[in-house]
């Protein structure tokens, strides 16, 4: 079996981000997660194994989701993204290339497979 890459779980909803911690875990990911953007960056700063990162937009702090998505775009062009939202305003979606939207709610099914294809679409160079 094949090492599978590093995912991050920026989402500020306790919950949701054991959730879906969880659910990546239970199929070889390895996960960090993260309650908010700025905590997100940070880690991204410090970890280099990070393939893929999955970020919700509306959070606390200094930073959101969609900042969080700027940085990354400006700093690790070729990480992938995948924004859980509940709306995504047309405008993010427009400027975002590489970026994969999931609509919450969403299944494990649903998160399974923009998780595989983030990766597919991405040949991981850290």
């Given at each position: 079996?094949?090492?599978r890459?590093?995912?991050?779980v920026?989402?500020?909803?306790?919950?949701?981000?054991i959730?879906?911690?969880?659910?990546?875990?239970?199929?070889?990911?390895?996960?960090?997660?993260?309650?908010?953007?700025?905590?997100?960056?940070?880690?991204?700063?410090?970890?280099?194994?990070i393939?893929?990162?999955?970020?919700?937009v509306?959070?606390?702090?200094?930073?959101?989701?969609?900042?969080l998505?700027?940085?990354?775009?400006?700093?690790?062009?070729?990480?992938?993204?995948i924004?859980?939202?509940w709306?995504?305003?047309?405008?993010?979606?427009?400027?975002?290339?590489?970026?994969?939207?999931?609509?919450?709610?969403?299944?494990?099914?649903?998160?399974?497979?923009?998780?595989?294809t983030?990766?597919?679409?991405?040949?991981?160079r850290?």
């Amino acid at each position: 079996m094949s090492v599978r890459p590093a995912i991050l779980v920026v989402e500020d909803d306790p919950a949701l981000r054991i959730t879906l911690s969880e659910m990546l875990s239970e199929h070889g990911f390895p996960v960090v997660a993260a309650g908010s953007a700025d905590e997100g960056l940070g880690v991204l700063l410090h970890r280099e194994d990070i393939a893929a990162i999955i970020t919700d937009v509306v959070m606390p702090g200094t930073l959101d989701g969609l900042g969080l998505l700027s940085e990354i775009r400006r700093r690790w062009p070729c990480k992938r993204v995948i924004v859980a939202s509940w709306r995504m305003p047309a405008e993010a979606a427009a400027n975002a290339p590489g970026t994969i939207f999931l609509a919450k709610p969403f299944g494990e099914a649903s998160l399974l497979e923009a998780v595989e294809t983030a990766l597919q679409t991405h040949a991981y160079r850290g």
